[in-house]
């Protein structure tokens, strides 16, 4: 579990691509301080676990159906990657709740400055488009950040330049390929509410809400 507050920005030392999987090695410094083989880390947004580490490297295999669903496969030596620990539980939620499963990928399709902000226009599939709701939250490239606008196939996020100085959003330009993760609470709220059990199958009704005590 992560939160989507960026805790530092490492560095793709190498990908030996194998046939179906990719082993990856990252350059760090901050999250190394108590590393362990079995750690799992948000780079870029994706969940990988750590099988291997020395003082400021450490490793990570990716399998077939994680470089088909993020732009890990798109990623070369010296590309900046965001890095996350997994949530501490006697730490603050600064974020929100993000699982480090990728929903799919977008493309940036416009950049533009707002007095300190700066926004970012996104186009994604309408199977993402269809969880992102205004005001509520995504996950870009593992980053926390809050929906601003959205169209039918776009989302709009507005940040701060602390968020654009400790991330890689400031190394994005128009047409670049990033990791999205919708907000999970509403993935959950929709499978609970269309269950294709029988007796769930007309959704939420008086009768199912009765049944539940409520």
């Not at 600064?94 to 996104?122: F, L, P, Q």
């Not at 186009?123 to 993402?128: E, G, L, Q, R």
Request: hydrophobic content about 35%; overall charge negative; glycine content about 8%.
């Amino acid at each position: 579990m992560f939160t989507g507050i960026v805790e530092e920005i490492g560095t793709i030392e190498s990908i030996q691509h194998l046939k179906d999987s990719a082993r990856i090695s990252i350059r760090a410094s901050r999250i190394m301080s108590d590393m362990h083989v079995g750690d799992s880390i948000a780079v870029n947004g994706i969940c990988l676990t750590v099988t291997s580490f020395s003082d400021n490297v450490f490793y990570v295999d990716a399998m077939h159906e994680t470089l088909r669903r993020s732009s890990l496969s798109e990623m070369r030596n010296g590309t900046h990657v965001n890095l996350e620990r997994a949530m501490a539980s006697n730490g603050r939620f600064g974020g929100h709740i993000v699982s480090g499963h990728i929903d799919g990928t977008g493309r940036i399709r416009n950049i533009y400055k707002d007095g300190i902000a700066v926004w970012y226009e996104i186009n994604a599939d309408p199977s993402i488009i269809h969880y992102i709701v205004k005001k509520g939250s995504v996950a870009v490239d593992g980053i926390s950040l809050t929906v601003a606008a959205v169209g039918t196939d776009f989302f709009s996020v507005s940040t701060i330049p602390h968020t654009n100085a400790f991330t890689t959003l400031n190394e994005r330009k128009k047409g670049d390929t990033v990791n999205l993760e919708n907000d999970i609470v509403g993935k959950y709220v929709e499978h609970f509410l269309t269950d294709q059990k029988p007796e769930s199958k007309q959704g939420l009704t008086e009768e199912f809400l009765a049944k539940c005590g409520f």
